[in-house]
């Protein structure tokens, strides 16, 4: 399985960006995935999760109405659109794919990340205050 992010960059506060995750060499649709995120000198944090089917997501509460995470089943491409950006969404972003096929948890399986078991290299998001 290869997991590579991209969309990373430098932006104002108030910004947007989209970051891209892309998969290759499983069943995409099958897996539930999530973003997380790592600010330096922090420990890694859970953005947001959305379903294998892609109709449930979930969110922190330090980026809902402000993030929308999406897939496309069809190109194996997982979304993160990232509006009104804050100095303090500044970090590496990883995507990661839940280990088991078929399974959505609640709102503690997704802050914990402890089932993700495949993760990207990360793509950096930098807003400049």
């Known amino acids: 399985v290869q997991v590579v992010e991209s969309g990373g960059a430098l932006v104002q506060a108030g910004g947007s960006l989209r970051l891209s995750c892309t998969v290759t060499?499983?069943?995409?649709?099958?897996?539930?995935m999530g973003w997380f995120r790592q600010a330096p000198g922090k420990e890694r944090e859970s953005v947001s999760c959305?379903?294998?089917?892609?109709?449930?997501?979930r969110y922190s509460d330090s980026v809902k109405e402000r993030f929308t995470i999406s897939r496309d089943n069809v190109k194996n491409i997982l979304y993160l659109d990232m509006n009104s950006l804050k100095p303090e969404d500044t970090g590496i972003y990883y995507c990661a794919i839940e280990e088991h096929p078929n399974r959505f948890g609640d709102d503690a399986w997704c802050r914990k990340g402890a089932n993700f078991a495949f993760w990207g290299q990360g793509t950096q998001v930098t807003v400049s205050s």
């Open positions: 959305i379903s294998y089917t892609g109709r449930t997501t």
């Open positions: 060499s499983m069943v995409f649709d099958d897996y539930s």
